[in-house]
């Protein structure tokens, strides 16, 4: 059985553009949730996607945006990218999400912003 | 607010010895509490989860001890082996089923 899927794995951007990460969910898998990885925040929350509807958001700004596909594939995207948006980000799958806590992490992408 | 936080951000073990990871939460609400496994260049991985109701669950060398009253909790990794050498993480169940990651502990298996 395939892995969470997480493209590209490494991406460079300059300050002001956007990006579109990819995340290919555990077959069957309907949930996937986001989060940004930094050294000095940890793992934080971006927001959770079940059948393509966002369910659960966290306290990102509105650049932070996302969607899910009816493969239950889904993208991320970041606008008008900034120096602190630099982080790993880490797509996680599950079967239904709430109540859930086995994840399944993606290896994510780094995204570096300069 | 929702926050779980480490005691030590690394934590240095002998190869064979017995390693303790330790976690302080502050949601009650919590359904369950999780730790999860993260190795270099790799996303978190699952290792063991207890609910809010239990005060310990064991798995293969890994136990998980739950001390609601004082709002702590811990992973024991008996016989560590340098494969064990990562950065744990507790997390617990927020709001709608998010996971409230902990800032992560890093753990050194010496040889």
């Known amino acids: 059985k395939a892995g969470v899927t997480q493209t590209p794995r490494y991406l460079i951007k300059t300050r002001g553009q956007q990006v579109t990460l990819s995340c290919s969910p555990i077959s069957g898998h309907r949930s996937v949730s986001w989060y940004q ?17 966002q369910r659960n958001k966290g306290n990102f700004p509105g650049r932070f945006s996302g969607r899910q ?46 | 607010g ?11 073990v002998q190869e064979g010895d017995n390693s303790i990871i330790n976690c302080a939460y502050s949601n009650s609400a ?13 996303g978190p991985q ?5 609910r809010s109701n239990m005060d310990k669950r064991q798995g293969q060398r890994v136990t998980v001890l739950l001390n609601k009253t004082v709002k702590h ?13 990562a950065v744990y993480f507790c997390a617990e169940t927020g709001r709608g089923g998010k996971l409230i990651f902990g800032q992560g502990t890093e753990l050194s298996v010496k040889p």
């Open chain 2, 2 to 12: 929702e926050s779980v936080g480490l005691h030590l951000p690394t934590l240095s």
């Open chain 1, 37 to 53: 990885q930094t050294p000095g925040q940890g793992l934080q929350f971006l927001f959770e996607y079940f059948s393509e509807t």
């Open chain 1, 69 to 114: 596909f009816s493969n239950s594939r889904s993208e991320m995207n970041v606008s008008t990218l900034e120096l602190g948006d630099s982080a790993l980000y880490l797509c996680a799958s599950s079967l239904e999400g709430r109540g859930t806590t086995e994840a399944f992490f993606g290896q994510g992408t780094r995204l570096t912003v300069v």
């Open chain 2, 30 to 42: 919590s359904d369950y509490f999780i730790w999860y496994k993260q190795e270099s260049g790799k």
């Open chain 2, 73 to 85: 909790l811990s992973l024991q990794i008996a016989a560590t082996q340098p494969g064990d050498s």
């Open chain 2, 46 to 50: 699952f290792i063991i989860d207890i």
